[in-house]
């Protein structure tokens, strides 16, 4: 009798969290006690910020990534706002320029530079006046060049083209005033065509920011804190409290936001859950603040849409949460995702790597696609004309460049990655034709030898126990199922154990044949 498994196969059902040691954590650093709920803390592959308490103004440090262990005290301060910073955004395709607000209604530009910071920086690249009370929120577009939304406390949305050389900026170019109360939260599509938001007054906007046009859900048995668009899938995930005060996680369509396509209570704290998306695997990650554990979950376009997978539990609870770009985590690892909590506590940053266990040490094409680069696809200005482009995606395999000039579209489910062509490439593919008579249906047939698969095939053999796959197939849940697991591995023990024997009474027979040998050369 076979036993099959009973749950949904899925290659990131082990996934778990990794911290890191204490000399990889950041320590001595003076968090901020802001009560806003943001993140306090923004990740590239290249420095962490993080909001910090300063006197007399808001402030926040600036600290290499490869700069662990203790902070000195007098670390110098990106420190030019008059009031405390509430966000802080790096530049999506610049690692080196920086977004902040505060409550001083100022949002300002920040270029860092590449050597490390040797005093205080207070002058900041550009100055953005538009908002007449303090700024809660930044978001630059996913795929345009310059391009940065702020929401402030006076209800309004604002669009700046920072595309000028212009050092204070005045007017946006743009204001959405369909707020009605503070705005909480703001999400983009995949392509930045769409900017979802939740608000004081307890509903969800789905906007065009360009048009002014939006719909909204003003569902009451929710009351969302955060949202988020879920990559290509047409839907949006919003966190926060049911009608009976239980944190809960809800599904929209974002096409239809009349009523949730499904609910799920999680647990009766108080901490705000902000929910974090990667495209690229379909996971779904909620931290809690003022939790010390992250769930995750893997998303669906099937019911049920929300499959739980597990959670990483933690003693230390975070106040904000960072996350490292794809781009900047270490593939060799297997690592598909990695947080950087606040402690407040213990003055702590502490990296979270969450690993998708695997045996090869090679790269693993399947559980890294295609992703979002560092390149934009759009200027300010073609974006604000009207035009929508998917961002330019690249292959996070060491050595690799642009898979195209152009957006790829991201449709799930999403094939393994192009191999970027050179002109070598192409003199094999002109020669092949010219022998053949006909084209290579696609690169990949000139590129990849037929060793390759057979060599993956192997890695796939070895992943096997007595047939099944010891990352697919869950642990028994019956007690059937145990007893026939057990029975199996009687009987498999009592297979080796004959296996041994044998080799034993072969190995004492060989020493004898060795002994009877070495005799008879002595006696010759």
């Known amino acids: ?85 509430l966000d802080i955004k790096w530049n999506p395709f610049n690692d080196f320029e920086i977004a902040s607000c505060s409550e001083d209604a100022t949002i300002k530009i920040w270029d860092i530079p590449k050597q490390l910071l040797s005093k205080s920086l207070t ?60 705005i909480l939260s703001m999400s983009f599509n995949t392509d930045g065509s769409l900017l979802a938001t939740t608000c004081k007054d307890r509903k969800i906007r789905v906007l065009d ?55 799920e209570d999680l647990d009766c704290s108080s ?3 902000f929910p974090f998306y990667d495209a690229d695997t379909n996971m779904l990650y909620v931290v809690g603040k003022g939790d010390g554990n992250i769930r995750y979950y893997e998303v669906s376009a099937d019911k049920p849409h929300l499959n739980y997978l597990t959670e990483y539990r933690s003693h230390h609870p975070q106040k904000g949460i960072g996350v490292m770009p794809k781009r900047g ?43 979002a680069g560092a390149q934009p696809s759009l200027t300010a200005r073609e974006w604000l004309s009207g035009m929508n482009k998917g961002p330019i995606l690249v292959s996070l395999r060491p050595g690799s460049e642009l898979l195209s000039p152009l957006p790829l579209p991201r449709e799930r489910p999403l094939s393994s990655p192009v191999v970027p062509a050179s002109p070598q490439l192409f003199n094999q593919t002109e020669k092949l034709v010219a022998e053949d008579g006909r084209r290579p249906s696609s690169l990949l047939e000139i590129k990849a030898p037929r060793w390759a698969a057979e060599n993956r095939l192997e890695e796939k053999k070895a992943w096997l126990t007595n047939g099944f796959d010891i990352f697919e197939c869950p642990p028994p849940k019956t007690e059937n199922e145990l007893l026939q697991m057990f029975y199996r591995q009687q009987e498999e023990i009592r297979r080796l154990r004959e296996l041994l024997t044998q080799r034993e009474v072969q190995a004492k027979q060989l020493e004898l044949e060795i002994k009877n040998l070495s005799m008879t050369s002595e006696w010759l």
């Open 1 to 85: 009798m076979s036993w099959h498994p009973q749950y949904r196969s899925s290659k990131f059902r082990h996934v778990f969290g990794k911290p890191a040691s204490k000399e990889n954590c950041y320590d001595s650093v003076p968090i901020t006690h802001s009560v806003h709920d943001n993140h306090f803390c923004a990740v590239n592959p290249h420095f962490i910020a993080v909001v910090t308490e300063c006197a007399g103004g808001g402030a926040f440090l600036v600290i290499p990534l490869h700069q662990t262990g203790k902070l000195d005290p007098h670390y110098p301060k990106v420190c030019g706002h008059r009031g405390n910073v």
């Open 209 to 263: 920011p360009r048009a002014g046009t939006f719909q909204e859900a003003s569902y009451k048995g929710h009351r969302a804190n955060k949202v988020l668009f879920l990559g290509n899938l047409r839907m949006l995930l919003s966190t926060g409290l049911s009608r009976w005060n239980n944190r809960q996680t809800v599904l929209w369509n974002q096409d239809d936001l009349s009523v949730p396509l499904t609910e």
């Open 271 to 273: 901490g705000v859950l």
């Open 329 to 371: 985590l270490d593939v060799s690892s297997c690592e598909i995702f990695r947080f950087y909590k606040l402690i407040t506590a213990k003055s702590l940053i502490e990296p979270v790597s969450m690993i998708v266990p695997r045996r090869s040490e090679s790269y693993q094409e399947d559980i890294y696609p295609p992703t």
């Open 123 to 182: 002058a900041c690249s550009k100055e953005l006046v538009g908002h007449s009370r303090r700024v809660g929120l930044v978001e630059w577009h996913p795929t345009a060049a310059n391009v940065l939304f702020s929401a402030g406390y006076d209800y309004k949305v604002m669009v700046w083209n920072l595309d000028t050389k212009e050092s204070v900026i005045m007017s946006p170019v743009k204001t959405i005033n369909c707020h009605q109360d503070v």
